[in-house]
Antibody, heavy 111, light 108 residues
Framework: EVQLVESGGGLVQPGGSLRLSCAAS????????MNWVRQAPGKGLEWVSY??????NYADSVKGRFTVSRDSAKNSLFLQMNSLRVEDTAVYYC??????WGQGTLVTVSS | EIVLTQSPGTLSLSPGERATLSCRTS???????LAWYQQKPGQAPRLLIY???NRATGIPDRFSGSGSGTDFTLTISRLEPEDFVVYYC?????????FGPGTKVDVK
């Protein structure tokens, strides 16, 4: 069974940093493209970042502030978020090729 | 950059009725990369349809997808009580990967 479990969310002040993790199991992690998608409270879904074996892409709204990475030895996906803004407040989901999704982790940016 | 538009924003129907949800793309897209999701409150999105018309594993056959080019449709043939939630479309060919703004199906 495919499982994706996010962690690392929490409350952070504007300008601060957080590192999200996504632990993957039930599939061969290093053969799949992975994405981060976020959802601000009461809003729709917004793609944040993509990583394959060779390619990394970011939404313009996070480019230069967020860094995605993966560790195949640990079957884990990461999102380093720096220079956080109030508008980054959202539930962050990791998703395997957009077919399986984790339960999400809440990031709140507030003073 | 491709933009997805969903209509209507809210669809008010009764259980047992047929729901027709629309997703339009700002330019013609490869239908192999058009997906539909259902999202219940407090839950992650669930994949319903991929490749415009293929039901994901475990999805009831009352859900069906169709379309090509710029116009895509999700049809729920007979609404069950648990279907009154929000639906999103996604184009996942190349990044950036746009989602539609969603259609909420609520009880009339």
């Amino acid at each position: 069974e495919v499982q994706l479990v996010e962690s690392g969310g929490g409350l952070v002040q504007p300008g601060g940093s957080l590192r999200l993790s996504c632990a993957a199991s039930g599939f061969t992690f290093n053969t799949y493209e992975m994405n981060w998608v976020r959802q601000a409270p009461g809003k729709g879904l917004e793609w944040v970042s993509y990583i394959s074996g060779t390619t990394i892409n970011y939404a313009d709204s996070v480019k230069g502030r967020f860094t995605v990475s993966r560790d195949s030895a640990k079957n884990s996906l990461f999102l380093q978020m720096n220079s956080l803004r109030v508008e980054d407040t959202a539930v962050y989901y990791c998703t395997r090729s957009f077919d399986h999704w984790g339960q999400g982790t809440l990031v709140t940016v507030s003073s | 950059e491709i933009v997805l538009t969903q209509s209507p924003g809210t669809l008010s129907l009764s259980p047992g009725e047929r729901a027709t949800l629309s997703c339009r793309t700002s330019q013609s897209v490869d239908s192999n990369y058009l997906a539909w999701y259902q999202q219940k409150p407090g839950q992650a999105p669930r994949l319903l349809i991929y490749g415009a018309s293929n039901r994901a594993t475990g999805i009831p056959d009352r859900f069906s997808g169709s379309g090509s080019g710029t116009d895509f449709t999700l049809t729920i043939s007979r609404l069950e009580p648990e279907d009154f939630v929000v639906y999103y479309c996604l184009h996942y060919d190349n990044s950036p990967f746009p989602f539609g703004p969603g259609t909420k199906v609520d009880v009339k």
